[in-house]
């Protein structure tokens, strides 16, 4: 069956798919939908198999890799904008996620797409950083005084920040999980740990163990899993890249332990493991099994995440889908905030988006 | 086998269950719609598309569902499906068939970065192609229709679909969309022409589409070097005028009206040079069709001169 087309291309990297039309259909669909055409793409161009897909399917994969190369020509751009538009600060300024793989020349990076760039300050020094890219061009365009508050009071980041000319977003965060969360992490231990990026001063990039734990961890708390499959690949390629250097598994486990993220690792490496077989070594692995939670969490996460983790697009609906989405959403929020106050944030959320006129009315 | 060749309730099973699929310029689409508009319509505009068989490899699948549950049936609803996700807000279900348009066009601009795209008209006499980039309301699509009428050859009314390698333009022969008081003007000007129901109250106001003239699909794999880059303005009582523009100016300008100009970086800006270094490019006014069909039968002359 066509359910499992895209990730079976990277569950053994170096077997050709051999597909029908229709299945090179649902493979490019789902690849969009995944957000992955482009990095499916270079993984064509990576095993020498572009030139012989079929010439009805070649020029989306062509297509998707041009999209991909230009969007990275323009977060090389904002970056150096960004990096101008911070000059004066002393303190750290962090790439996150797909704007440190990149310009930190990570195996992620390649036909990777993105939405925005993710920057991580000190916490004392968020309003100082929004000022100054404020002063280069970058808006907080949230103008709902609720939104506001939700973001500034409970979040780990502020809400997003626009270009007023070349409509890029950044998002701007003091750290990875928000303080409100069960998983939340102290920003000033993972500052306390950065490694610069070469040829832009002033610019920094997690340790590769908080890189991990910070992918991991966004993956479960995000609640939107149409990247899922996307943040998982990264994840794999992170793993397979830093654990070429010694003890790195070690200082992993160590380093989960340390920042309290052992459960959202342990379903990150659980799935890693069931789709592309990367696998902790051998002396680690009954360390890797205590991380997770119950039996009971365990199992029904993994049902879950094994839906929900399929690119979201038709061909890979089963009946069961749904659900699982929806009750990885509500458990996203659960960890997210305690009871108090994620219950009436959902109902409000829910509420405005039945009802968008009435926001705009009492706005 | 064409469109045309199916009956009436074949195609209408086919759009209801596994998708017609056609050869639309270089793609190919499967269309899917249990909608009875948009079978409708296709009989009339699309009689002459080949059908093709369902084990080629489709470029765009576009399904206009109809709403669920209650809505269904209090407030009909037509709603475009790509991938499974809903692309715009769902529209009455009368604006089905120009939504259906709609959302080709957009497949094609969101994905078919093989080609730069402009959002131009282009028609054809004799291997060479005038692009008429013009934004809406300038009358593009009124000239368009009217010239293809009376000796040029429609690619398209949208969208040029320009080769990265040698610039030469890819016809895609669509029905042409005529707004508001064009679709009378055309009635008028081409007896006998073709249209889809008008459609009022769209987001662009009332909308018809006309089927194109045969030679469009007889020639469909017949593409054309760029020759002259025209903006066209419709000025209400003007008499035709056709100004020399500057290339720099013209290229700047169709960058603009340009799908995936940024998205082909450096290729993009080759390419449009090459369009514009084979153009001359000029602003074109006017308010009757026939001063407009005389001022390019006179610009092809010219060229042979």
Not at chain 1, 259 to 278: K, N, V, Y
Not at chain 1, 337 to 360: D, G, N, S, T, Y
Not at chain 2, 161 to 183: E, F, H, M, V, Y
Request: net charge neutral.
């Amino acid at each position: 069956m066509s359910t499992g087309l895209l990730e079976s291309i990277w569950t053994v990297p170096e077997r050709r798919p051999e597909l029908s039309n229709r299945e090179w259909e649902t493979l490019l669909g789902q690849a969009r939908q995944a957000r992955l055409l482009a990095r499916l793409a270079a993984h064509h161009i990576d095993q020498g198999w572009l030139t012989e897909v079929p010439d009805g399917p070649r020029p989306h994969l062509e297509g998707g890799l041009r999209l991909a190369d230009r969007q990275q020509h323009e977060v090389r751009w904002e970056v150096d904008c960004i990096g101008r538009a911070l000059r004066g600060f002393t303190s750290p300024v962090v790439l996150l996620k797909g704007a440190a793989y990149l310009m930190a020349d990570l195996p992620p990076a390649r036909g990777r797409l993105f939405a925005d760039i993710d920057l991580m300050v000190p916490r004392e020094q968020i309003e100082a950083v929004e000022s100054a890219l404020f002063a280069a061009g970058w808006i907080c365009e949230e103008r709902d005084p609720y939104n506001q508050r939700y973001y500034r009071e409970w979040m780990h980041e502020i809400p997003p920040l626009r270009h007023v000319q070349r409509n890029t977003y950044i998002d701007l965060h003091h750290t990875i999980t928000p303080p409100t969360s069960r998983f939340n992490v102290d920003g000033s231990k993972l500052l306390a740990n950065l490694q610069p990026l070469s040829g832009h001063a002033g610019l920094y990039v997690l340790a590769p163990t908080d890189m991990v734990l910070h992918s991991a961890v966004h993956l479960f708390q995000e609640g939107e899993f149409g990247h899922g499959l996307r943040d998982l690949l990264d994840l794999n390629d992170l793993l397979l890249h830093f654990s070429k250097s010694n003890g790195f598994w070690d200082n992993l486990l160590n380093r989960a332990d340390a920042l309290g993220l052992q459960i959202p690792l342990f379903h990150a490496l659980f799935h890693i493991q069931r789709l592309f077989g990367t696998a902790a070594p051998e002396h680690l692995q009954s360390r890797v099994e205590r991380l997770g939670p119950n039996a009971f969490s365990r199992t029904l996460m993994a049902w879950m995440l094994g839906l929900a983790l399929r690119p979201d697009h038709p061909s890979c609906d089963t009946r069961w889908t749904g659900l699982a989405r929806w009750l990885l959403y509500v458990r996203s929020h659960a960890l997210r905030m305690p009871p108090h106050l994620v219950i009436p944030h959902l109902i409000r959320k829910a509420w405005m988006q039945r009802f968008p006129e009435k926001k705009a009315e009492s706005a | 086998m064409n469109v045309g060749g199916l009956s009436a309730s074949v195609l209408h099973r086919q759009l209801e269950n596994d998708g017609l699929i056609l050869r639309i310029g270089p793609f190919s689409f499967r269309l899917v719609s249990a909608i009875p508009a948009i079978a409708h319509e296709l009989e009339a505009l699309y009689a002459d598309y080949p059908v093709l068989d369902s084990d080629q490899f489709v470029d765009y699948t576009v399904t206009i569902a109809q709403g669920s549950g209650l809505r269904r049936w209090l407030h009909p609803q037509a709603i475009f499906k790509f991938d499974g996700a809903e692309v715009f807000v769902p529209l009455p279900e009368d604006h089905a068939f120009p939504l259906l348009e709609w959302s080709m066009n957009w497949c094609i601009s969101m994905h078919a970065h093989h080609y730069l795209l402009l959002h131009s008209a282009v028609i054809e006499r004799e291997g060479c192609a005038v692009i008429l980039p013009a934004p809406p309301g300038s009358g593009k699509s009124t000239l368009c229709a009217g010239l293809v009428h009376r000796g040029w050859r429609l690619l398209s009314d949208e969208l040029a679909l320009i080769s990265l390698t040698d610039a030469a333009i890819t016809p895609l022969g669509r029905p042409i969309s005529l707004k508001n008081q064009s679709i009378d003007i055309i009635r008028n000007f081409v007896p006998g022409a073709v249209f889809s129901r008008v459609v009022h109250d769209t987001s662009k106001g009332s909308v018809s589409l006309l089927k194109v003239p045969p030679e469009t699909l007889t020639r469909i794999r017949e593409t054309a070097q760029p020759r002259w880059v025209i903006f066209p303005k419709y000025v209400a009582g003007s008499t035709p005028k056709l100004t020399p523009r500057s290339k720099a100016n013209s290229m700047l300008e169709l960058g603009r009206n340009s799908f995936n100009y940024m998205v082909l970086g450096l290729k993009g800006f080759e390419v449009l040079s090459k369009v514009i270094d084979a153009s001359d490019c000029y602003d074109f006014q006017y308010s009757q069709l026939h001063d407009a069909v005389a001022v390019f039968d006179d610009l092809v002359a010219r060229r042979n001169t």
